[in-house]
């Protein structure tokens, strides 16, 4: 028996070529639309650095805070400015307020002035040294010889008391060899209560804090100067009866001298006294002349821990000596006319020598014992 073919449909056959047509034109779009998708993308992509460039400035520019900061430091310090010049005028003085402090000078110290051999009645330089006297302040120590002619009442009056007698309230005298040539009284007479109890020429006072002691060296025709004398007893029991840390002696011969024939031996005994005891300082005329030694030993060895300290001052206005040995504790010598200036210290003191121009020839200062 034959077979038979299903019959030929011509319609499904178009519909089946319309389905491919339409996949195939779907399939071209699709990758169309992925070409143009890509080549956008690299269209866009590749300028971004340009849009970085022209962005970034726009981003850089000081944003508009920054005027704004700077305009507020600028009004911030303006109440600082006003408040300083009220702070700076606060401690101005007001009619209230009590004076700004003013700098003062330091206090000077209490000072002693010093010379010997004063008085000649014909032409010296007295009256010259008694000037000053008038500018220098102080308590004034004749060491001796203020009438250094004859000491006689006359001279006083007549050539001692026009000049360096004027600062009569002021001295304290210790009798010289001229002022015994007449035999003492004129110048007891004359100076009282200035040259101690009457007759002796011994004293001692306090001033300014230091024991000062006055001897008697004319001790030629009389005995003053021995130990068994009553001016040496006097004299050690003065000493242990004011042991004060610093004290001064003054008499007239001085016991080192520069002259050539040397100082006066016979107060060994007054020297070893003082200097056993712990004085300081020890002062002198006779010698015309201004001499500063440096501290010695009754031996004359220079001495610095215990030691006296010898000034002579022989310049008060009599006639000036030339003809000097150095001694090795000499320290200093100076032949003019002049005032020796202490200056005394609590534990120390100073020293000035004055010429008559007011000149500071030597200086120094140096501590007590």
Known sequence: ?????????????????ILLAVV??????????????????????????EEAITVLPAHTL????????????????????????????????????????????PTPLPAILA??????????????????????PGEILVLGDASNNHGSTEQYAN???????????????????????????????????????????????????????????????????????????????????HPSQCSLVFWHNPYFSPLPTGGAENLEPFFRAIHAAGADIVLNGHDHVY???APMDPEGNIDPENGVREFIVGTGGAYLQTDFVSLPAEEMRISTWGLLQLELGEGFYRWSFFDLEMQVLDSGEDWCH
């Not at 195939?24 to 650095?49: D, I, R």
């Not at 109440?79 to 702070?87: C, G, K, N, W, Y």
């Not at 010379?115 to 220098?136: F, I, K, S, W």
Request: charged share 10%; hydrophobic share 35%; proline share 12%.
């Open 1 to 17: 028996m034959a077979t038979r073919s299903a019959p030929q449909n011509p319609q499904a056959k178009t519909n089946l070529l």
């Open 24 to 49: 195939e034109f779907c399939l071209l779009a699709g990758l169309a639309w992925a070409f143009w998708v890509l080549a956008q993308e690299n269209e866009f992509s590749a300028p971004e650095p």
């Open 62 to 105: 000081p944003p508009a805070p920054t005027t704004t900061l700077s305009l507020a430091p600028a009004s911030t310090p303006t109440p600082t400015l006003t408040a300083i010049p009220t702070l700076t005028e606060t401690p101005t003085p007001t009619a209230t307020d009590p004076p700004a402090p003013t700098p003062t000078e």
């Open 115 to 136: 010379a010997g051999d004063v008085a000649v009645c014909e032409p010296g330089m007295t009256a010259q040294t008694a000037g000053l006297l008038r500018h220098l």
């Open 159 to 241: 050539c001692f008391h026009p000049t360096w007698g004027q600062y009569l309230n002021r001295m304290y005298v210790v009798p010289g060899n001229h002022d015994y040539e007449s035999g003492g009284d004129p110048f007891y007479s004359y100076f009282g209560a200035a040259a101690g109890p009457p007759g002796l020429g011994y004293f001692s006072f306090d001033l300014h804090g230091w024991h000062i002691i006055g001897l008697n060296t004319v001790c030629g025709q009389v005995d003053r100067c021995s130990e068994s004398t009553e001016q040496y007893q006097w004299l050690i029991n003065d000493l242990a009866a």
């Open 291 to 293: 001499v500063r030694y």
